[in-house]
Every structure is written in C-alpha cells, then in structure tokens.
C-alpha cells in the first residue's frame, strides 16, 4: 500500500526506543482473537507461565503471511508476576501451554525482529462482553508495574503492549479512508501523550468505545499501559494514518532511565 515506506521509518524509529534500552525480559500484554480462548471459557485477564511458546496460528499464516514462531519464556518472572498479581487482588487465570496470536506475535516482529528475548505473555479480555471496566484496566497496568518493580532480579524488564484506537470490523465503517471515529483518535492519542488518565476515566465506557466502532474495544490496552506508565506523560509519540485505522506508537521510560 503507498503507506509502506512511512509506515516502515516510523515502525524502525519506533523500535529504537526498545533497542535503546537494552531490556532482558518482555512483558508482552495482548489479546487473544478467539484462536484458542472462545466463549466456552474465557477468562478476563491469564497470564502464561511457559519455557517457551508457539507462535502464529494457520490462519494468521494464510490470511497475513505472518510467519511461524517459536518465542522462548521466562518460567521464574512468570511465576513471580503470577504471584504478585494474586498478592494484589488480580485473580489471573494461567497457562502452562499457551500459544502465541498476532497480537504479540507482530510487535515482535516490528520492534524486535531478531526474537531474541524471553516473553511474560499476559492476555487480556477485549472481546467477549461483559468486559472489565476502564479503571480495572488501569489497575491491572499499575499492580503489573509493581510486580515488575519488585521482581528480585538485576534483569532489565520492557513491557509491550497492543491495542487500537477506533477500528470496525465486519461492519458497515470497515475499511473508510481512516478510522471509523477520527475525532476520537485524535483525543485519544492526546490523552495518552499527556497521561491525562482522568480524562480517559471521565470519558470512555464501553458503550462510548462501541460508538467509535465494533472494535474499538482495544483501546483498554492503552488504558492498561498508561497504568504500567504510571500515568505519566509520554516519552515517545508518534502515529499513522491508514486506510482503515489510526495507528499509534507511544514510549514511556521509568524516571530512573531518563535521569
């Protein structure tokens, strides 16, 4: 598509905020789209507790061209992140044989293609209503970062996170000449540049989110990273927009990293 050149300088810069700073472990925070968690069973927030995880499931391959992984895991930060989730009142489902969809699979691709670093993959439910609220989303992002403060490690630890800002899918708004709200992309992206997570909270329900589009739901992602960010404003903001959707890429740093 005549993005792909934008879309890839974007997408390089974008990765040198992770590449620069030279993380051990990733946090990686997605969302299944009903690849192997359906409506039989769906839990609203797991967390996998694998060695390692298979990546990309056959219609991803088909549809996409994505391909086939194999992401190694860390077993220990998992289990501490696990524990310290529960600790804090978040009763994390779990998996010991989870595999991967494109909503991690794809950042990994994007900001590190080489693959090279184990995962902590936490899932989160966007998809099958009832949903959690907003605000339990921005608090699952700051008991995650807690957790992660407190891992006993001298391992550096980036949390990745996807989402979406407005986004129809299926129905009559898919595939405009931009995202199916415009107006609340560009609110969205300025409340996650300046961490104005009041506004958000004063703001976004569900039901408003299902205005903007089917499935724009995605957008609690960001909420729940604004809460790993510590609500705070954005290091890095930068975003693209497509035929169909709004991208958007934000860093945050920890005080510590920008000091």
Request: charged letters at 25%.
């Amino acid at each position: 598509m005549p993005q792909a050149p934008e879309w890839k300088r974007k997408v390089e810069a974008y990765r040198e905020t992770l590449t620069g700073a030279r993380p051990d472990i990733l946090v990686m925070i997605g969302s299944d789209h009903f690849h192997q968690i359906f409506l039989d069973n769906y839990p609203q927030f797991l967390i996998g507790k694998a060695s390692w995880y298979d990546a990309t499931f056959y219609n991803e391959e088909r549809e996409f061209g994505i391909p086939s992984y194999k992401l190694s895991g860390d077993e220990d930060m998992s289990r501490f992140l696990h524990q310290s989730l529960l600790a804090q009142d978040f009763d994390l489902a779990f998996s010991n044989e989870l595999k991967i969809d494109h909503s991690i699979v794809c950042p990994i691709i994007t900001v590190r293609p080489q693959n090279d670093l184990p995962i902590v993959p936490i899932y989160t439910n966007i998809f099958a209503p009832p949903l959690p609220s907003p605000r339990r989303f921005l608090e699952l992002g700051r008991a995650i970062r807690k957790a992660i403060e407190d891992y006993p490690s001298d391992k550096r630890v980036a949390a990745i996170g996807t989402g979406h800002l407005s986004l129809e899918l299926g129905g009559p708004r898919q595939f405009m000449e931009a995202g199916p709200d415009p107006e609340f992309d560009r609110q969205a992206i300025d409340w996650l540049r300046t961490g104005n997570i009041g506004a958000i909270l004063a703001s976004v329900t569900h039901e408003s989110l299902e205005a903007s589009g089917n499935a724009t739901h995605g957008f609690l992602n960001f909420i729940l990273m604004l809460g790993v960010a510590g609500a705070a404003e954005a290091d890095y903001v930068d975003y693209l927009d497509l035929f169909h959707t709004m991208e958007a890429y934000f860093t945050w740093f920890p005080k510590e990293a920008v000091r």
